[in-house]
Every structure is written in C-alpha cells, then in structure tokens.
C-alpha cells in the first residue's frame, strides 16, 4: 500500500468528525465540458504551473494557484450518480464531485487549493453558527471535515470555502449547529485572589484547552487563579460572522493573514478586559497568535508573562507541503525503507503526522513556514516589559525519532534530545 492510499484510509478513520470549475488563465479562460451520461456530469480544464487556474460546476468552484503542481496536465471533474451519492456518509448533503487528474497522476499541491461550494439557504442555520464544512471523500465512503471551513455569501446566494492541498472527491458536510465562541472566556473567576489570571490560548491540539467532561486541567493546576480561555476556530469551521470579520481583515490589510487577524482580536479582548494583569500560557500556532498581538498592539499592557509550548517561532518545515510531497507522498514504502533506514511502521506514522499537520493548518500552514512574513516579523519582537519563556519537548510525537537518518535535515524536530 502507497502512503496516498494509507493516508487517506487512515486519516478517514481516525478523522472522521473533521472531515464551479470556472478556470483563469492569464485572461479569462473558460474550458468547460458538460456532459450527462447516465445521471454522471464531467468537465476537464488544463491545470498549468505558470499561472491561476480557476474552473466551475453549478456549485462547486476550485482556484488552483499559479505553481501548486510541478507541471502542465489536463483535470477532469465528475459529480457522482445517485446510486454512488448513497454509499457515502449520510452527513454528507448536495452533490458530491470527484476531481483528478485526466492521466490517473497522484501530486500532493505545493500550495493551498482553494474550493467554493455554494449551499442552499435552508442549511444555513444563522450568521453566528458554523454547521457546515467542505470534506474530503474518502474511498471507503466516510470523509475528512477540511479545516476552517468558512461560510460566506455573494450575489449567487450562500457559499462555504475552504483550502485543501489534496484533489479527491469532495462534498458539503451538515454538521450539529452550534453557536461561534470567538474571544476570551472565563472558566473560573477567584475573585479574591490577588495572583495574575491565566489565559490558555491552544494551537492545533484542542486537548490542550485542558477540558476533560465536566472538568478543566487548567482548573485543577491553578486553583488559586482565574482561569480564561481564548476561544476561535484555527480548525474548526466559522459562521458567516466569523468569516466576514476575517474577509474584512484581508480586505484592509490587503493579505491573507489569519494569524494576524487573530491576534489584533485577541489584543482587543485583552484591552477589553483590563482589569486583569495576565500570565499567558499558549501552545504552537497559538502561541504565534500571542507574540504577534502583542507584538502589534504596544497599548496592550496587562500581560506579565507568556509561556509557549512547542511554538515554531523560527518556522518550522513539518508543515511544508514540498517536503512531504518530495518525499513521502506516493512513495513506494520498500524504497522509502532502504533510502532512510527506517521501518515502513515509523516511517507510515510519521507521514500521517505531517499530513494530518498539514491539513489541520490549512492555508495557516504558509504562516507558520520558514522565512514567512510572520516569522520575518518576529525577528524583530522586542516587547522588553513581558518576560517570555518557550518550552520545547525532547521526545518526538509517538517516539518517532529520525536522528542519523536523512530525514534529521528535513525535520529536527523529530530528532530526540
């Protein structure tokens, strides 16, 4: 079995709760094939590497930026019949297309995809609740939810995107509604404690919220203290209110940040709650998110400390789509054995790991890359009146450790010690 096919059958089981073409090139340029046989609608357009790609059915829109593939091939588009629609998932509501390209070729994007799919009013639930999300099909019929799914609307009506990195078959998912928790929360207020409140401000691992059941680690750690959390949706899919806010951003700060637009709204929280001086502990993309609020907004001047756990401040190679697609994905296991000096049983988690990071950032994984506007930016944090601190672990993720192998120069990070 390829790595393609054990992600995909893994990271569909294991992720089975997250889980039109109009095309551009140069000027406007619209190839599309509409052709019903037996109930099966296709379209194919020529993907190139030198510039924007853009196609379209009636519902669902891919952009396919100017180098995500390492050359020029013809994409082909199929919505599937009924018959085939009823062996998936029931979550799974509207049309399900199948995207690939025409030659069978598998090539993970070197850039996020982004996919537009418009939805009926009737499953919009509210502006401020986030029940619905793109997901990837997978071959055994259940789905990988797309990370960040965001609803929007425009002149056609209701629409949710998001970014993938993989073309597969993709479908609308109807998740239960609830309501958008976004800015800080307060777990426990010890109102008579004089000690600076905790705020837990997680990153791409939500356990690291603390919340077990009823009860909360952060809780149980620090009784003394008022506890907080920031809530927002790094991963998770965001209302139309959510989305708007962030459309607004870019539009304003003319690029994509979502880092960015993430800590102006935590900076504002923090202001918003004054009262209290904050001692910040804050996990991976997370703690990006604080050191650029606090990096942006000098007025923001109740924080004592911050302390970061495994936060890629310099960057980090783990979420680059060019390592993984040069080196893991479609891979022949036995050649990848003989080239790193690894078992196939190593070398398969530690794929997994770095495409299930990958998917989970999403477009944010461009953020958190080696040399990216956010990290060039950072070089130059000098807030002198908070005293920092950054915890790194020792042992890689499932003991996975590369050290002596090729694989140390593409990923220190998962050499132990």
């Not at 062996?87 to 090539?107: H, N, S, T």
């Not at 909360?216 to 965001?238: C, G, H, M, P």
């Not at 459309?247 to 979502?258: C, D, I, T, W």
């Amino acid at each position: 079995m390829k790595i393609r096919e054990f992600l995909f059958r893994v990271s569909g089981k294991l992720l089975k709760k997250r889980i039109t073409l109009l095309v551009v090139a140069g000027v406007v340029f619209v190839a599309l094939i509409l052709v019903i046989v037996f109930g099966v609608m296709r379209g194919s357009l020529n993907v190139t590497s030198e510039r924007e790609t853009r196609s379209g059915f009636e519902r669902l829109k891919i952009e396919i930026p100017s180098g995500a593939f390492s050359r020029s091939r013809d994409l082909k588009i199929i919505r599937l019949s009924s018959e085939e629609k009823n062996k998936l998932a029931p979550q799974l509501i509207g049309e399900v297309y199948r995207v690939a390209f025409v030659d069978g070729a598998e090539e993970f994007s070197l850039k996020p995809i982004r996919l537009k799919y418009y939805v009926d009013k009737k499953y919009v639930q509210g502006m401020n609740y986030n029940n619905l999300a793109i997901a990837q099909v997978t071959e055994e019929g259940g789905f990988r939810v797309l990370s960040g799914s965001m609803l929007g609307r425009d002149e056609k009506g209701y629409f949710v995107e998001a970014y993938t990195y993989h073309l597969t078959a993709f479908g609308l998912i109807l998740k239960k509604a609830s309501f958008q928790e976004h800015g800080l929360k307060i777990l426990k207020e010890a109102v008579s404690s004089p000690a600076p409140a905790i705020l837990v401000v997680p990153g791409e691992d939500p356990t690291f919220e603390g919340q077990v059941g009823e009860r909360n680690i952060w809780e149980e750690v620090f009784q003394d203290r008022t506890v907080t959390v920031y809530k927002y949706a790094l991963y998770d899919s965001r209302s139309l209110v959510y989305s708007d806010m962030f459309r607004e951003f870019v539009q304003k700060e003319g690029r994509r940040s979502f880092i960015d637009f993430e800590a102006d709204f935590l900076a504002k929280e923090l202001r918003k709650y004054e009262r209290y001086e904050f001692d910040i502990i804050a996990h991976g993309t997370g703690g990006l998110i604080v050191l650029r609020a606090l990096q942006r907004n000098p007025n923001v001047k109740n924080v004592r400390r911050v302390v970061l756990f495994s936060t890629p401040v310099g960057g980090t190679n783990l979420v680059n789509p060019l390592y993984f697609s040069s080196i893991f994905f479609g891979r022949d296991p036995k050649l990848l054995e003989e080239v790193f000096g690894l078992d196939w049983g190593r070398l398969k988690m530690l794929s997994l790991h770095v495409y299930n990071l990958i998917e989970t950032l999403g477009e944010v994984a461009t953020e958190v890359l080696p040399g990216s506007q956010i990290v060039r930016e950072l070089e130059k944090f000098n807030r002198t009146d908070i005293k920092i601190f950054s915890i790194c672990g020792n042992t890689p993720p499932y003991d996975l450790n590369v050290e002596g192998t090729e694989l140390e120069r593409f990923y220190p990070e998962m050499v132990a010690g």
